[in-house]
């Protein structure tokens, strides 16, 4: 990197004001694409400024004016540098990432948490109410393709008497998990499993099921920018048409589900394609704050199929690489 003492940035930009509006215009000059946290290159480059001075991540407006040290700004332009040069998500540049406010490392061996089940969870689940009822009442959960651990976090966080296994296939995904559990002081409560779907739980039924698989069809795993393309492909291939893993789950799920339990899992635009395929299930259709339809709910007794029913179109097919 360039000398302190010669870069024209380092000696003109002196409070996160100044590196704010550069970051905002390099990004969009670069053409960077967003949706690992921030959805715009403003909120990116404040996301960027605040995790790059050690600041909580609430807001930038009390320390826009401050006057940095040369040192931050040094760290401010190598990190505006990085995100530009080589188009990885922030979250991987800082190591940090966020669900409601809620912390989590984050480095390339698993995907940037941002699922719309986490959101679910710090909002309309962690309050009685008709989707999961009393959050004490739950005594069990599995999070399927847990990745670096966050949903099964925010599931211990709002379900307070809850013991929880995580499952991934990815060896690299559970070293991320177990340090996030760490972090959080929530090893007594989440054990973590390596394997495919529900192979290492056995028998074991819950209450409750998360699960956030790979949904993404091929087509659109081939045309992602850079910063998709840089998270792990087994975190995004759900097949030809991206419902390869869902259906498995929808498959296996009624053997893991205890009496009166709820699988909820989020599917992405994959809405028409299960509706068509399985019509006899009663998907319940969950939104939040930006999304529709994107997450569905379903009970144990919609999935516990009459006998001499005929199987879904899809399951035949049905297959996944986690």
Sequence with gaps: MPDLDRDER???FVTPRDWLRYAVGRFLAAGLVFGHGAATALDEAAFLI???LNLPIDTLDPFLGARLLAHERARLRDLIDARVSTRKPAAYLVNRAYIKGVPFYVDERVIV???LIGELLMTAFAEDNALTGDPERIASALDLCAGGGSL???AARVFPNARIDAVDCSPGALEVASRNVEEHGLAERIALKRGDLFGPVEHARYDLILANPPYVDAAAI????????????????GGADGLDIVRRILAEAPAHLAAGGTLICEVGGGRKLLERDFPHLP?????????????FLLRASALEAPKGRPKPKGMARSRGVR
Excluded: C, K, M, N
Excluded at 222 to 237: R, T, V
């Design 283 to 295: 998907f319940v259709w969950l939104d939040t704050e930006d999304t529709s339809g994107e997450v």
């Design 10 to 12: 380092i000696e003109t």
């Design 152 to 154: 099964a976090i925010l």
């Design 50 to 52: 605040l995790e790059g």
């Design 222 to 237: 081939a045309d992602f920018p850079p910063e998709y393309a840089a998270e792990p492909q087994i975190a995004h291939a």
């Design 113 to 115: 948490p941002r699922s």
